[in-house]
């Protein structure tokens, strides 16, 4: 009765947060399933296990997102990252070209964009309604049917971004905190995935694409989209890309906390980007991007609360042994666990929390090395955690005036296939060539 309480508790929060429940009730009622089917105390539950679980995000995210939210702000009213949009555009379009070079590089633009913008410190989340206007011009531009939109958005922010060496994405750092390891581990297996992804990406969406247009699918604008203005006064591309240099070097190459660079970063942006800003209330903005970030941590936290109700039951032990005790390399062990999580809790990094401190003793034991459990966790946590229910899908539904049934598909491809593809890849590498971690 354990394990299918844990189940239905899972299909509980799937489907309210489906139905557009807020995660904070969705994850309470999954809670009460749970505990009813389990026999754990309703009040050890709530007031200790939950908010346990809730402290951990808190406490491990609540500043990054805070102040990755700020310089997301801060690049979105100076300008700075349209112009960065701007110049890769230009510099890579072309519109006399073919159908399937168009596609390839209108994806192409939105992935370096999405990366340098990631790696750049801005939370991923943010990334792609940042670059939302960004991506409607060149898929207009290119003549890409708009319901691939938050699929090649997510394949820029979602996939290898949060998981190569050197991401300062929660993906990367929740490893980085669990593991005591560097940013940078296993780099070879890390860049190697991520190639991977990106192949996969470009090739899969490149035929959907195709066969959309084959069938009479263009792209059409939603009257309440936004349009970015060409003739504005933005800061130059080389100053735009200042600060996400410093943020990475810093984080990279100085090994500082996330939180300190990320705060460096945000005051060196409004020192660069002064000029653009002061016509702006910028007490105003910046209350504005610390307020807006408070939600965004505590759907993650709820998350990880209802989590953390269902791994500290007996029943999830049971599978979980059952899990670790298959005789399998320890690496698929990893991969398969720090997966299922993610799905459970609907997030890479909450997912991380939950997973690595439970198996990372275990798989020591088995031999692995802590470098590789690092890479191979990062690169699983992206495969499962975008499933229908996931928060950081639906909340860009509104953003978009699209139906989940309408973008998911691309979704799908990017997010998952894509991200499964460069994991196992991660895993072959790794276990071939456990040297190269």
């Given amino acids: 009765m354990g394990v299918i309480g844990c189940i239905l508790g899972f299909l509980v929060v799937i489907y309210l947060v489906y139905k557009d429940w807020s995660s904070y009730l969705a994850t309470f009622f999954g809670m009460c399933v749970v505990v009813l089917l389990t026999g754990d105390s309703f009040m050890t539950a709530i007031s200790e296990t939950y908010v346990s679980g809730v402290y951990t995000a808190i406490k491990s995210f609540f500043f990054m997102l805070m102040f990755g939210c700020v310089q997301s702000y801060l690049y979105r009213e100076s300008g700075a990252a349209f112009t960065i949009a701007d110049a890769v555009m230009n510099k890579f379009l072309r519109d006399n070209s073919s159908d399937t070079a168009k596609n390839l590089t209108g994806m192409i633009i939105i992935l370096v964009i999405g990366a340098l913008l990631n790696l750049g410190g801005i939370i991923a989340g943010v990334v792609i309604v940042l670059m939302y206007p960004i991506a409607l011009a060149v898929f207009e531009r290119c003549d890409i049917p708009k319901r691939f939109i938050l699929g090649v958005l997510g394949a820029g922010s979602y996939t290898f971004t949060l998981s190569i060496p050197g991401s300062p994405q929660v993906t990367n750092v929740a490893a980085m905190t669990v593991l005591g390891t560097g940013s940078g581990v296993a780099p070879i ?162 997912g991380q929390l939950v997973a690595l401190p439970l198996i990372a003793p275990k798989l020591l034991e088995m031999g692995l090395n802590a470098n590789v459990i690092h890479r191979v966790a990062v690169f699983a946590a992206t495969t499962l955690d975008s499933m229908p229910y996931c928060g950081s899908i639906l909340m860009l539904l509104p953003m978009c005036h699209m139906k989940l049934k309408e973008i998911y598909p691309a979704m799908f491809i990017t997010t998952v296939v894509a991200t499964t593809c460069g994991t196992i890849a991660v895993c072959v590498i790794c276990a071939l060539f456990p040297g190269l971690a």
């Fill in 189 to 350: 297996p890390g860049l190697i995935g991520g190639a991977v992804e990106i192949i996969v990406i470009l090739v899969l969406l490149n035929l959907l694409i195709n066969r959309a247009r084959r069938k009479g699918d263009h792209f059409e604008r939603h009257p309440l989209d936004p349009h970015m203005e060409p003739d504005a006064d933005r800061p130059g591309f080389i100053l735009s890309l200042i600060p996400m240099i410093f943020l990475f070097i810093t984080f990279n190459f100085f090994n500082l906390n996330i939180v300190p660079c990320l705060v460096l970063s945000c005051l060196l942006s409004i020192v660069l980007f002064w000029k653009w800003l002061r016509a702006k209330n910028l007490k105003e903005l910046l209350c504005g991007a610390t307020v807006d970030s408070v939600p965004m941590t505590m759907n993650v936290a709820a998350i990880c609360g209802f989590a953390a109700v269902i791994t500290n039951s007996s029943a999830f032990q049971t599978m979980l042994d059952a899990i670790t005790s298959i005789n399998t390399s320890p690496i698929i062990i990893c991969a398969v666990v720090v997966a299922l999580m993610c799905m459970l809790t609907g997030g890479s990094s909450t």
